[in-house]
């Protein structure tokens, strides 16, 4: 079974977070996935963790987990905090796949999601 | 004149900041703008702050700015701190425009965005 994981921020307005929950609910809707396929974890501020939603994940059965981290730039956040959160999750459960996948802000089609907010 | 004004995050990491303003040469060529009509901001880390980008749209001629708040969620910074910047210049240009785009996590299109990341 895979999962997705949308790595958030995280803020202190719990507004902010739930956007990120409804935001979830609503891809595992256009995917056709059980909406427990599609979970969110955040770096701060907000919890889940990104070591509790993956270890919940694996706890779970869940053998491959990709993992998107909800960034719109490659600030230190994405290059450096996730990876290293998700490596020392990854040294714990050597038998399990965490797929990391580019930030959003890399994704072709972000150029035309704005060009049409405009 | 219209014009774009992307407002992010900014970062400590200058090609975190880069791949903004490289998207925003990707916008203005999608919606076959002169590079100069979509510009960038940045909140903190980083310049130009937006004060200095909209009162630099304001002295060479610019009547309208569509500020693009560059977040994934309303947490402060889109709630309260980009509004604040923008009504504190407002309040020295009162004859210009400037319309407060919603953030680009609300996009409807960011659902597809991510499924097709995924």
Known sequence: ????LIVAHGSRRSAS?????????????????????????FLELA?????????????????EVCVLPYFLASGSHVVTD?????????????DKVIKLLPHIG???AMVK??????
Chains 1, 2 share one sequence.
């Open 113 to 118: 999601l704005i060009a049409t907010a405009y």
């Open 1 to 4: 079974m895979k999962q997705l």
């Open 47 to 63: 919890l889940p963790s990104i070591e509790t939603a993956l270890n919940d994940c694996f706890e779970s059965g869940i053998d």
């Open 106 to 108: 890399a994704a072709d």
């Open 82 to 94: 996730v990876p290293r959160e998700i490596a020392a999750v990854q040294s714990k459960w050597p």
């Open 17 to 41: 977070n739930d956007e990120i929950r409804v935001l979830a609910g609503k891809i595992a809707e256009y995917l056709e996935l059980p909406a427990q396929r599609v979970q969110v974890a």
